[in-house]
């Protein structure tokens, strides 16, 4: 089975269509989503009409998606982050509020071989950053592998006898032969707000049938999304991050 793995989208339309766009020359079965439809961006309700419109679809909620839905404080965000969840909420329309309000809590098992979560397996709002944090991670992980998003860096950290170590992926495509009595946690990087430096639309696709799992990168009209984020009250910066990839 192929799945489209894509997390962290937020509210960025341009950039998902691009990944669903560049996905369906690749045959995918089923999509997994990590969670963020939300935040940042100007077109929150054509992200999740989008996403909804999928078929074959897992997906958990993200730390942005529970703020918008009012299941979580704003308090713990900084002041832009907070900003863009505050005109998300007033923008979303009432039924897509109740779509983010219903969304799993991750951790969540798919297809009894793969888990899904936005932060860790331990905590969806916690930041997997280092080998440290992800070898607390893999004690919490029944299934050989487990994408998470929450970074919005590509990442692959496998653990082999105990023994974790972490790759960064900086060149892309960029694909990877997952080993048999391995156990892998993969971050797919970010749809709609990458922050490795590259602003182009990250998203990977797993093979489970051939254990192998692609990184990719696509283009997106940047300039259209900067336009969306502009011609609202959401803050400058927001727009400005997006062609540096930061």
């Given at each position: ?6 997390s962290d ?9 691009a990944v669903?766009?560049?996905?369906r020359?690749k ?5 997994l989503?990590?969670g ?6 100007a ?5 999740i009409?989008?996403v909804?419109?999928?078929a ?12 918008v ?10 002041p ?10 007033k923008?979303?329309?009432?039924r ?9 809590k ?7 071989n793969?888990?899904?979560c936005?932060?860790?397996p331990f ?27 929450h970074?919005?860096f ?7 006898e105990?023994?974790v170590?972490?790759?960064?992926i ?7 032969k ?6 892998y ?6 749809v ?5 430096r590259?602003?182009?639309?990250a998203?990977?696709?797993?093979d489970?049938?051939n ?9 997106y009209?940047?300039a259209e ?7 609202t ?9 997006l062609?540096?990839?930061?």
């Amino acid at each position: 089975m192929r799945y489209l793995v894509f997390s962290d989208i937020h509210g960025n339309l341009e950039a998902l269509e691009a990944v669903l766009k560049d996905a369906r020359k690749k045959r995918i079965d089923h999509y997994l989503f990590l969670g963020d439809l939300v935040g940042y961006g100007a077109s929150p309700n054509e992200v999740i009409q989008q996403v909804q419109a999928l078929a074959h679809l897992s997906l958990v909620r993200g730390n942005h998606d529970k703020a918008v839905a009012g299941l979580d404080s704003i308090q713990t965000f900084n002041p832009i982050a907070a900003a863009g969840i505050e005109w998300t909420r007033k923008s979303l329309n009432k039924r897509y509020l109740h779509f983010l309000a219903s969304l799993a809590k991750s951790p969540l098992i798919v297809h009894d071989n793969i888990t899904i979560c936005h932060g860790a397996p331990f905590d969806e709002d916690y930041y997997i950053f280092g080998e440290f944090d992800a070898a607390e991670a893999f004690g919490y992980i029944s299934t050989p592998v487990c994408f998470f998003g929450h970074t919005h860096f590509p990442f692959v950290y496998v653990e082999r006898e105990e023994m974790v170590e972490g790759t960064f992926i900086e060149k892309f495509p960029a694909e990877i032969k997952l080993e048999k009595g391995a156990r892998y946690l993969i971050n797919p990087g970010s749809v709609g707000q990458p922050r490795d430096r590259d602003p182009r639309a990250a998203y990977a696709v797993y093979d489970s049938k051939n254990n192998r799992l692609k990184f990719n990168r696509v283009e997106y009209n940047i300039a259209e999304s900067q336009r969306k984020i502009l011609a609202t009250d959401l803050p400058a910066a927001l727009a400005e991050r997006l062609s540096l990839g930061i």
